[in-house]
C-alpha cells in the first residue's frame, strides 16, 4: 500500500512566530517506534532531550517525559512558539498519542504545529553526499517503511525532495525496488537506517551485503528523531508553512489490524 503525503500552507498562523527575534523555542516529539523520544530547541540548538526504549505506552511515558525535560530547562508548556511531532509511518497507537497531544498543545497556546514524516527525520541524519537518500526503518510484520528522498546539487545540506510515495513491504521487495530505482537513473543511493537489524537477513541474501555495492551505500543513523523533526519543523515554520489541530494528520501508510480485520483482508 503508498501514500503520499501532504503538507498544508498557513500563513495566519505562521507570522505568529519570533522570526526576527531570538529565540524560537521548539518542542519536538517522536512515539513512531519503543525508541520514542522528545526534544526542546532553541533556534537550531539542542537544549534538552530525553528518548528511551521501552514498550511501555506512550500514553504515559510521553507525558511523564516532556514533563521532566520542561522542568530540567526550566520552561512551561506556554514558553513554546513551535509543537513538532512525527506524523509517520509507525506505530500506530503511539502515532495517535503524540498527534494528538501536539494538536491539543497547539490549540490550547495558540500556537502552531508541525508535523515531520519519520522518514524524512532519518534522512536528515545522513551525511552521505548521495544526491539519492532512501530512508528506512523496521515496519513490524517482517516489513520496512521507505520512500526516496532526492537532493538537488547532492549536498548534505541541501533540501530534501520526497521523490515518488510512502511505502512498505518486506525487506528483499524493498531491496529489490532500491535496485530498479538505481537502474532507472544511474544515479549513487544511500540507504539510511536506524534499524539495520531489519535488513539485515535480505543483506545477507544479496551478494552479503549491500555496503560496497556499486552505486548504493548503507548509512546507519541514531534512532533518537526528536531533533531531526524538531530543526526541520523550525525550517518550514520560518518559511511560513505549518499545521494546525485541524490540518495535522497521520499518515499510517499501511493499514490497521482492525481495519484488516473488518474488511476480511
Given at each position: 500500500?503508498?501514500?503520499?503525503?501532504?503538507?498544508?500552507?498557513?500563513?495566519?498562523?505562521?507570522?505568529?512566530?519570533?522570526?526576527?527575534?531570538?529565540?524560537?523555542?521548539?518542542?519536538?516529539?517522536?512515539?513512531?517506534?519503543?525508541?520514542?523520544?522528545?526534544?526542546?530547541?532553541?533556534?537550531?540548538?539542542?537544549?534538552?532531550?530525553?528518548?528511551?526504549?521501552?514498550?511501555?505506552?506512550?500514553?504515559s511515558r510521553m507525558f511523564r517525559q516532556v514533563d521532566f525535560l520542561l522542568e530540567e530547562l526550566s520552561l512551561a508548556l506556554e514558553h513554546v512558539d513551535l509543537f513538532a511531532v512525527?506524523?509517520?509511518?509507525?506505530?500506530?497507537?503511539?502515532?495517535?498519542?503524540?498527534?494528538?497531544?501536539?494538536?491539543?498543545?497547539?490549540?490550547?497556546?495558540?500556537?502552531?504545529?508541525?508535523?515531520?514524516s519519520a522518514l524524512e527525520a532519518i534522512a536528515a541524519q545522513s551525511r552521505a553526499a548521495s544526491?539519492?537518500?532512501?530512508?528506512?526503518?523496521?515496519?513490524?510484520?517482517?516489513?520496512?517503511?521507505?520512500?526516496?528522498?532526492?537532493?538537488?546539487?547532492?549536498?548534505?545540506?541541501?533540501?530534501?525532495?520526497?521523490?515518488?510515495?510512502?511505502?512498505?513491504?518486506?525487506?528483499?521487495?524493498?531491496?529489490?525496488?532500491?535496485?530498479?530505482?538505481?537502474?532507472?537513473?544511474?544515479?549513487?543511493?544511500?540507504?539510511?537506517?536506524?534499524?539495520?537489524?531489519?535488513?539485515?537477513?535480505?543483506?545477507?541474501?544479496?551478494?552479503?551485503?549491500?555496503?560496497?555495492?556499486?552505486?548504493?551505500?548503507?548509512?546507519?543513523?541514531?534512532?533518537?528523531?526528536?531533533?531531526?523533526?524538531?530543526?526541520?519543523?523550525?525550517?518550514?515554520?520560518?518559511?511560513?508553512?505549518?499545521?494546525?489541530?485541524?490540518?495535522?494528520?497521520?499518515?499510517?501508510?499501511?493499514?490497521?489490524?482492525?481495519?484488516?480485520?473488518?474488511?476480511?483482508?
Amino acid at each position: 500500500m503508498k501514500v503520499s503525503g501532504k503538507g498544508f500552507i498557513c500563513k495566519g498562523l505562521a507570522s505568529g512566530l519570533p522570526y526576527n527575534s531570538a529565540p524560537l523555542i521548539t518542542l519536538a516529539v517522536d512515539t513512531t517506534s519503543p525508541g520514542g523520544s522528545a526534544a526542546v530547541l532553541r533556534d537550531d540548538r539542542i537544549i534538552g532531550s530525553v528518548s528511551t526504549w521501552t514498550e511501555e505506552t506512550y500514553s504515559s511515558r510521553m507525558f511523564r517525559q516532556v514533563d521532566f525535560l520542561l522542568e530540567e530547562l526550566s520552561l512551561a508548556l506556554e514558553h513554546v512558539d513551535l509543537f513538532a511531532v512525527a506524523n509517520g509511518p509507525g506505530s500506530f497507537t503511539g502515532l495517535r498519542v503524540g498527534i494528538a497531544a501536539t494538536k491539543a498543545w497547539a490549540e490550547a497556546y495558540g500556537k502552531p504545529v508541525v508535523g515531520v514524516s519519520a522518514l524524512e527525520a532519518i534522512a536528515a541524519q545522513s551525511r552521505a553526499a548521495s544526491p539519492v537518500l532512501v530512508p528506512a526503518f523496521d515496519a513490524r510484520r517482517g516489513e520496512v517503511y521507505f520512500c526516496f528522498y532526492r537532493r538537488e546539487g547532492g549536498s548534505p545540506e541541501q533540501e530534501l525532495v520526497l521523490a515518488g510515495e510512502y511505502s512498505v513491504m518486506p525487506p528483499a521487495d524493498f531491496l529489490n525496488e532500491v535496485r530498479t530505482r538505481l537502474g532507472d537513473t544511474g544515479t549513487a543511493f544511500t540507504i539510511v537506517t536506524p534499524t539495520p537489524e531489519a535488513l539485515s537477513a535480505a543483506l545477507g541474501q544479496w551478494n552479503a551485503g549491500i555496503e560496497g555495492r556499486k552505486g548504493i551505500t548503507l548509512d546507519v543513523v541514531p534512532n533518537i528523531l526528536a531533533l531531526a523533526i524538531g530543526l526541520l519543523a523550525a525550517r518550514r515554520a520560518r518559511s511560513g508553512t505549518t499545521d494546525n489541530s485541524l490540518t495535522l494528520e497521520a499518515n499510517y501508510v499501511r493499514r490497521t489490524d482492525a481495519e484488516l480485520k473488518w474488511k476480511g483482508l
